[in-house]
Nanobody
Framework: VQLVESGGGLVQAGGSLRLSCAAS????????RGWFRQAPGKEREFVAA????????RYADSVKGRFTISKDNAKETMYLEMNSLKPEDTAVYYC??????????????????WGKGTLVTISS
């Protein structure tokens, strides 16, 4: 399984970014998918997850109403639309895959495969 994130960058507070995560590998088609982030000096934290075989999603309270997770099953690609960005959103954002595609895991331990991450920096 290979996961490749893209779309990170530097934006001002209040701005928007769209992250993408392209997945490849035979087994990844059945996996759950999610986004996590890790800010400097902090633990990796859950951001959002989506039911790969469904339409439901779940979000961390800190991003609810500002971030939207979506997917294109045919392209094996997951997205994270981030609006109203704040300096505290600055982090390396990782996509993750693992487990059953009907699930929306919010803990890192449930995922078996990770991308290398993409840096998001929000200036105040």
């Amino acid at each position: 399984v290979q996961l490749v994130e893209s779309g990170g960058g530097l934006v001002q507070a209040g701005g928007s970014l769209r992250l993408s995560c392209a997945a490849s590998g035979e087994t990844v088609r059945t996996y759950a998918r999610g986004w996590f982030r890790q800010a400097p000096g902090k633990e990796r934290e859950f951001v959002a997850a989506i039911a790969w075989f469904g339409t439901t999603a779940r979000y961390a309270d800190s991003v609810k109403g500002r971030f939207t997770i979506s997917k294109d099953n045919a392209k094996e690609t997951m997205y994270l639309e981030m609006n109203s960005l704040k300096p505290e959103d600055t982090a390396v954002y990782y996509c993750a895959a693992g487990g059953g595609g009907q699930n929306m895991y919010d803990t890192a331990e449930e995922y078996t495969d990770w991308g290398k991450g993409t840096l998001v920096t929000i200036s105040s």
